[in-house]
């Protein structure tokens, strides 16, 4: 049972504009999320989080917003540039999870010059 | 230096046969996971270690079992081995002693397995 999903596979930008990757979850308990960035044959990096009590957290080009209401959270990277082309995952725990992450399948993201 | 090593990083063995996979971590952190990524991408939590202390134990067959001889290690070691486990298996760890849970996770490169 997935409780984090992207349907969004993937996701073509040009460079210097907006990409936008979206996220929704199913469990209320839910409290922390987090995205992170894959590159090919390596683990995933951590990108940026959010706390359930917060709707947006800012770092440079990298903005996650919350919408705790519509169980759904989106990246905003602006400008977009061809080094941010991976695949991000979002992922969430919730209290008492034995910090376990529960991650979405993931949106691949290609940003072209 | 990595931070989070895995070795070995590539594994193709037949169907049947027992293999381990190790990590290794030197961040200091206190818990320690598996992370399997199937072919459908999707990556699912195995096991969690805090401080050597299974903490977490999803519904894993249990030809499957994690070995965490110190804070800095836990290895993963699979017996009879199906064709179905062919997948990427990351190791992660992080930092949770001090009760703030931030959920950040530093992973490995990834082992990737392939049973014929």
């Known amino acids: 049972d997935q409780q984090v999903k992207q349907n969004s596979p993937s996701l073509s930008v040009q460079e210097g504009r907006i990409s936008i990757l979206n996220c929704d979850y199913t469990?209320?308990?839910?409290?922390?999320f987090l995205w992170y960035k894959k590159y090919p044959a390596e683990g995933p990096t951590f990108l940026i989080s959010i706390s359930s009590i917060k709707d947006k957290n800012e770092d440079g080009r990298f903005t996650v917003f919350l919408n705790k209401s519509a169980k759904h959270l989106s990246l905003h990277i602006v400008p977009s540039q061809p080094g941010d082309s991976a695949v991000y995952f979002c992922a969430a725990s919730a209290p008492n999870s034995g910090y376990a992450l529960n991650f979405g399948k993931g949106t691949s993201l290609l940003v072209t010059p | 230096d990595t931070a989070v090593s895995q070795t070995p990083k590539y594994l193709v063995t037949q169907m049947g046969n027992d293999k381990s996979i190790k990590c290794e971590q030197n961040?200091?952190?206190?818990?320690m996971y598996w992370y399997k990524q199937d072919s459908k991408k999707f990556l699912k939590i195995m096991f969690s270690?805090?401080?050597?202390?299974?903490?977490i134990n999803e519904t894993v067959p249990n030809r499957f079992s994690p070995k965490s001889p110190d804070k800095a290690h836990l290895n993963l070691h699979i017996n009879s081995l199906e064709l179905g486990d062919s997948a990427v298996y990351f190791c992660a760890s992080s930092l949770t002693g001090t009760g703030i849970n931030t959920g950040e996770l530093f992973f490995g490169e990834g082992s990737r397995l392939t049973v014929l």
């Open positions: 469990n209320s308990m839910f409290d922390y």
């Open positions: 961040l200091g952190h206190d818990t």
């Open positions: 270690y805090n401080n050597k202390e299974l903490i």
